[in-house]
C-alpha cells in the first residue's frame, strides 16, 4: 500500500494527461452529486403561485373564496415540501461537514425571513396607506423575494459543497504525497 | 493517512464514475446513479457487485412505500482506496509536469 504504482507502459505525458483527465472527470461526477442534492428551480415558482392566491383569497373578502384557495394553497405548499425534499433526499445524500451543513440552514432560515418580512412588510404597508389589495402585493412581493433568492441559495450551496468536495480532493492529494 | 496508490479496480471508467458519485455522497439511490450515468440495470448491478465483492462499497435494500429501492454507499475501505488514487493521479501528474518543466497543479484549479 505504501509504494505508488503506475502502469509502466504509458509515457510521462500520456500518463499525466489520463490522469488528468480522470481527475476532472472525479470533479465533474462530484459536481453532478451535489446538483442533484439540491431543489429544482421551479420549486421555487411552484411555491410563488400559492402565496400569491394565498393573498388574493384575503384580499377578495369572499368567504367562500376564502375557504376554498386558503385550504388549497397551503395544502398545494405542503404537497410540495413533502413531496420535491423528501425525493431529493432519496436520490442522493451528498456528503457534507457540519459547517457546510450549519452554513446551508442559516442561508434556508435567513430567505424564509427576508420572504416573510417583505411579505408582512409591504402588505402592512400598503393597509396603512389603504392601498387597495395590500395583502395581494404583499404576497407578491414575498413571491418574487422567493423566486429571486431560492436560485441564490442553491447556488450557494452548490458552492459550499463543491468548495469542501475539492478541499477534500486536495487533502486527499496532499496525504498521499507524503512519505509512507 | 492515506499513501498515493494507483488502483486499477477503481480506474476502469465505468466504476471510476460510480466512486466518484459515491465518493460526494454519504450514499446514493440505484436508480439516481443508473440514470445519471446512463447504465442499464444489469450493467450497473455488476460493477456494484464487482465493487462490493473488493469490500469499496455497501449496499442497502429497502423499502420506499411498497417499492424496493437499493441504496449504494461508498464503505470505508473504498473511501481510502479513492483517497490514494486520487492522490496516486495527483502524483502522477506532477511529476507528468515535472517532465515538462512546468510547475504542478490540479485540473478545475
Redesign the interface.
Known amino acids: 500500500m505504501s509504494e505508488m504504482q503506475q502502469p509502466r507502459s504509458a509515457g510521462a505525458g500520456a500518463a499525466g494527461s489520463g490522469a488528468a483527465g480522470a481527475l476532472a472527470e472525479i470533479q465533474r461526477r462530484q459536481g453532478q452529486v451535489i446538483r442533484a442534492a439540491l431543489v429544482p428551480v421551479w420549486y421555487w415558482w411552484a411555491m410563488a403561485a400559492p402565496i400569491i392566491a394565498y393573498g388574493a383569497a384575503r384580499d377578495s373578502g369572499n368567504v367562500a373564496v376564502q375557504a376554498i384557495v386558503i385550504p388549497l394553497a397551503v395544502l398545494v405548499m405542503a404537497v410540495l415540501i413533502g413531496a420535491t425534499i423528501p425525493e431529493v433526499r432519496r436520490r442522493v445524500k451528498v456528503h457534507s461537514a457540519r459547517r457546510t451543513v450549519a452554513r446551508t440552514v442559516a442561508a434556508i432560515f435567513g430567505m424564509i425571513a427576508l420572504v416573510d418580512i417583505v411579505a408582512i412588510g409591504t402588505a402592512a404597508s400598503l393597509t396603512a396607506a389603504r392601498v387597495p389589495h395590500p395583502i395581494t402585493i404583499g404576497c407578491a412581493a414575498g413571491a418574487a423575494v422567493l423566486v429571486i433568492a431560492g436560485p441564490l441559495v442553491n447556488r450557494y450551496v452548490r458552492g459550499l459543497m463543491l468548495r469542501e468536495a475539492r478541499q477534500r480532493l486536495n487533502q486527499a492529494g496532499q496525504a498521499g504525497g507524503r512519505p509512507a | 493517512?492515506?499513501?498515493?496508490?494507483?488502483d486499477e479496480l477503481i480506474?476502469a471508467p465505468t466504476r471510476?464514475?460510480i466512486v466518484?458519485?459515491l465518493?460526494?455522497?454519504?450514499?446514493?439511490?440505484f436508480?439516481?446513479i443508473r440514470d445519471?450515468l446512463g447504465l442499464s440495470d444489469s450493467a450497473l448491478s455488476k460493477q456494484l457487485s464487482t465493487l462490493e465483492a473488493a469490500g469499496y462499497v455497501d449496499i442497502r435494500k429497502g423499502f420506499?412505500g411498497k417499492r424496493p429501492?437499493t441504496w449504494a454507499s461508498l464503505s470505508k475501505a473504498g473511501r481510502q482506496a479513492?483517497?490514494?488514487h486520487?492522490?496516486?493521479?495527483?502524483?502522477?501528474?506532477?511529476?507528468?509536469?515535472l517532465?515538462?518543466g512546468a510547475g504542478p497543479t490540479?485540473?478545475?484549479?
Open positions: 493517512m492515506s499513501t498515493a496508490r494507483f480506474h471510476l464514475e466518484s458519485l465518493a460526494a455522497a454519504q450514499w446514493a439511490d436508480r439516481y445519471e420506499v429501492r479513492f483517497d490514494e486520487v492522490a496516486a493521479l495527483q502524483r502522477i501528474i506532477a511529476r507528468s509536469q517532465h515538462a490540479v485540473p478545475g484549479h
